[in-house]
């Protein structure tokens, strides 16, 4: 035999057995195919991002142990907006999956809800109401506020920096509760700002920290999903405060607190109704009250009379969700937007609403178009 | 008795070779990805069946690998295009983007005001192409007058090109931006293009259903003309002998700055029609997000493509395919008991361990044999 007949000989002989094996071999996930109730969870970044991410992987983590075997639960991580999202929604529909809960505005599209009626969609921070489809998100900015206040009271300047991810309404909400929480223990501080462009990138993050730093920035705060602009503000012996979950390992001496989310027993409740045929789509906005937001422990840099202020500020905007963006509010040019004793809503109001808000609060510094 | 191991140029490839070491690189791949499974706990014989079903088998799987593979087959096709006659140009995903902006806004306009539909697709092809062309001679102009080398300006401008793409959807209100409805304020999108500039698609019942894009059949139509352009005519001879050797080329009187401006526009306008094809075949609106198209890497994955297939352009349209495939199933074995970097890992233990396979068909590795010096 010649040499080139061999090879060939054997390289078929390769891709049969090769055939063969993988025909033969387990079949993926029958062993687990059971009645279990299977529910996704697709994430922006990495499940363990120290930030928005993890806190959704700690409400799945906490739907597995409430439910145990009667759900089956997975999540996608790092999935981009469009064909990425679409390819992973085939994936899971043929694998039977009947729940999915998209963790970032953007991945739903009514030709999607549309070409898998009979998955229950629900997406996190978006508007998309229909027949499949439900959105969720809280109110934040309570807890923004919150830590807004730690963040002014530890300012020993006149200037804050906060690295913001997309110039949209919910990062500008963000950026405005954070900015009048600052003012309220710390009169006349300007907040700064620095747009990333991304919901998760560490290194445009420590970027914008630093140049944030550089402008004269003596706190930091974050509307983004990593750690780094902590861990950037440690390595300077500045205070930091974060977002989305309790990341005070990643700079414990720069960690003041954040406005962190209990995304858990919403999903739960969802989950349980989608199992007993009882879900319904709809709009829901979780508060203080709900024990849906929360702020994290303080750190070592929140002082005692900084804690009695927020705890006083706590009680009252568990009674009164949103109660921070009641006139009168002024805008960056001095304008009064809001009028005296007019509460903003979250839906109803154009841009003078929580979800259509295209206007930074006086005393920001950086322009809301990113 | 000193072994010496040599790696020398095959003076001829035989046909055989090219078809062999693919299919036996693969194996190795498969072999090597194995080992890495069984360290990290998983059954690599289950794991690569969950791999193959969701790229091909399952349902719905073939229509999603075709949404991956016909975008990598316009820049694989690109990059094969130019670096064919050693002109690098690493553009094709800017140049992507050029082809996205400029063709939806061929189907805004024209579409708005109600052009019967084959005519808008066919302009917004024709756009695609001019936009993706523009973008690419930027660093044709720079290569063939002040002798810049392409490799750094094209890969820079795709980076102006991604900051062009947001800044349209994300930072300002644009002519590609919806501005209309309650949605449109909570987070910037793209404008739908209106209906008539839809690029169609034929769907074959079969696999729960399978789409078959129109740029799907565009690539194959543009993979067939770069063929009989580069074998048939003068001017892809001509090229080629300008790939061989520059000097030759210039001696014998081939006007090489021409040349080079051809290439770097037939390159750039492949990746844009893949950019239209983008809007008009899927998103059927401008996607902006810098964590929607930017973050598929398609210009860079082409790359790969173009050098698996030999810089074949039929090659290109099965590898984009193979390469498709790959590329959406990683997201169908990812999950809470499958790190997504293990996904990562195998896939490029695959293409690292296919690409090397190139070197056996190219060269071959002999042991030399060298007796010891005698010394007095």
Known sequence: ?370 | MNVRVTVERRLQQPRWLAVVVPFASLFVALCIAGLVLVATGHNPLSSYRRLFDAAFLSNGALDQTLIAATPLAFTGLAAAAAFRMRIFNIGAEGQLYMGAIVGSAAGFWLGGRGGASPFVIAAMIVAGALGGAAWASIPGVFRAFFGTSEILTSLMLNYVAGYILTYLIFQSESYWRQTKGFNATVFPTGKPLPSNAEWPAWTLHTQGGVALPLGAGVIVLAAAVLWVLYRRTRFGFEVQVLGDSEGAARYSGVRTRRKILAVMAISGAVAGIGGASQVGDFAHSLDGDPNGLQKQSYGYSGIVVAALARYNPFAVLLVAFLIGGLDSAGNALQGADFPSGLVGVIQGIILFTTLGGELLVRHRVRLVRRPETVTA
């Open chain 1, 1 to 370: 035999m010649t040499k080139r007949k061999l090879a060939v000989a054997v390289v078929g002989l390769l891709i049969a057995a090769t055939a063969v094996v993988l025909a033969l071999g387990t079949s993926p996930g029958k062993a687990k195919s059971s009645s279990a109730f299977k529910v996704a969870f697709i994430y922006v970044g990495p499940h363990n991002d120290g930030g928005w991410s993890q806190a959704h992987e700690e409400g799945r983590q906490y739907v597995q142990k409430t439910l145990g075997s009667k759900v089956q639960t997975t999540y996608k991580e790092n999935i981009a907006v469009g064909a990425q999202f679409s390819q992973t929604v085939a994936s899971l529909a043929a694998q039977g999956y009947k729940m999915i809960f998209a963790t970032s505005y953007g991945y739903i599209t009514p030709q999607i809800a549309a070409k898998y009626p009979n998955i229950l969609f629900e997406q996190a921070t978006g508007t998309l109401v229909s027949k499949n489809v439900a959105e969720y998100f809280g109110a934040a900015e309570d807890t923004v506020y919150l830590s807004g206040m730690a963040a002014g009271a530890a300012a020993k300047c006149n200037t804050i920096g906060y690295v913001v991810a997309f110039p949209i309404p919910e990062v500008i909400r963000h950026a405005n509760a954070f900015a009048l929480g600052a003012q309220a223990t710390h009169p006349g501080v300007k907040v700064k700002i620095s747009w990333t462009n991304s919901w998760y990138d560490p290194a445009k993050e420590k970027k914008a920290a630093q140049s944030l730093k550089g402008q004269g920035a003596c706190v930091l705060g974050q509307n983004v999903d990593s750690p780094a602009t902590g861990q950037y503000a440690q390595s300077v012996g500045v205070p930091w405060v974060g977002y989305d979950s309790d990341a005070s390992k990643f700079a414990p001496k720069s960690w003041l607190t954040a406005s962190v989310y209990n995304w858990g027993k919403y999903y739960v409740k969802r989950i349980t109704a989608g199992m007993n045929g009882t879900w319904k789509p709809g709009f829901y906005y979780g508060t203080i009250k709900d024990g849906f937001t929360k702020l994290a422990p303080y750190g070592p840099g929140v002082t005692a009379a900084t804690k009695a202020k927020i705890t006083a500020k706590w009680n009252y905007l568990k009674a009164h969700s949103n109660a921070e963006f009641t006139g009168p509010l002024y805008d960056q040019s001095g304008k009064l937007r809001v009028a005296k004793g007019v509460k903003m809503q979250v839906l109803k109001g154009g841009t003078n609403s929580l979800y259509g808000m295209n206007w930074l609060v006086k005393g920001v510094i950086g322009s809301p178009k990113g």
